[in-house]
C-alpha cells in the first residue's frame, strides 16, 4: 500500500484568499513614483536649458570680444594693450557667468528639495493608511477565522 503525497494546492488556495492583497496601493505608489520622476526630469531639463543659454551667451560676448584683440595695431605695444584688455574683461565676465550658473545649481537644489519633502510626506501618509488598512483588515479575517472555529 504505497502513501499517498497529499495535494496542497486547495490549502494554499484558501490561504491566500483569507489574506487579499489590496493592489491599489502598490498602483498608487507607482503612479506617485511615476509623478515623481516626471518632476524630477522637469527640474533637471529646466536647468540644463538655463545653462545653455548661459554657456551660449557666454561664448557670443567672449567671441565678440576677440575682435579687439584680432585687429591689425598700428604699434606693437597696442597688441599687448588689446590682449591685456581682453583678457581683464573675461576674467570679469567669466565671474558674472560663474555666478549665474551657480545661481541655476541653487535653484535645482532647492527645487529638488522641495519635491523630495513633499514626495516623503505624501509616503509617509499613504503608508500609515496602507498599514491602518491592512490592520483593520487583518484583525476583521481573525475575528472571522475566530467565529469560523
Known amino acids: 500500500m504505497a502513501n499517498k503525497t497529499q495535494d496542497f494546492t486547495k490549502v494554499f488556495s484558501d490561504m491566500a484568499a483569507a489574506f487579499p492583497v489590496d493592489m ?6 507607482v503612479k506617485n513614483s511615476a509623478a515623481l520622476g ?3 526630469s522637469k527640474v533637471a531639463l529646466d536647468a540644463a536649458a538655463t545653462s545653455a543659454d548661459l554657456s551660449s551667451k557666454w561664448t557670443k560676448e567672449t ?3 576677440m575682435s579687439g584683440v584680432t585687429k591689425a595695431q598700428a604699434e606693437p605695444a597696442d ?4 590682449a591685456s584688455d581682453f583678457a581683464s ?3 570679469e565676465t567669466s565671474a558674472e557667468h560663474m555666478a549665474a550658473f551657480a545661481e541655476v545649481a541653487k535653484k535645482v537644489q532647492m527645487e529638488t528639495v522641495e519635491l523630495l519633502m513633499a514626495a516623503g510626506k ?3 501618509e499613504d503608508t500609515s ?7 483593520d483588515e487583518l484583525a476583521a479575517s481573525a475575528k472571522k477565522a475566530a467565529k469560523v472555529a
Open 129 to 135: 493608511a496602507a498599514v491602518k488598512k491592512a490592520t
Open 24 to 29: 491599489s496601493a502598490y498602483n498608487e505608489a
Open 79 to 82: 597688441y599687448a594693450k588689446a
Open 38 to 40: 516626471e518632476k524630477m
Open 63 to 65: 567671441l565678440a570680444k
Open 89 to 91: 574683461s573675461a576674467a
Open 122 to 124: 505624501d509616503i509617509q
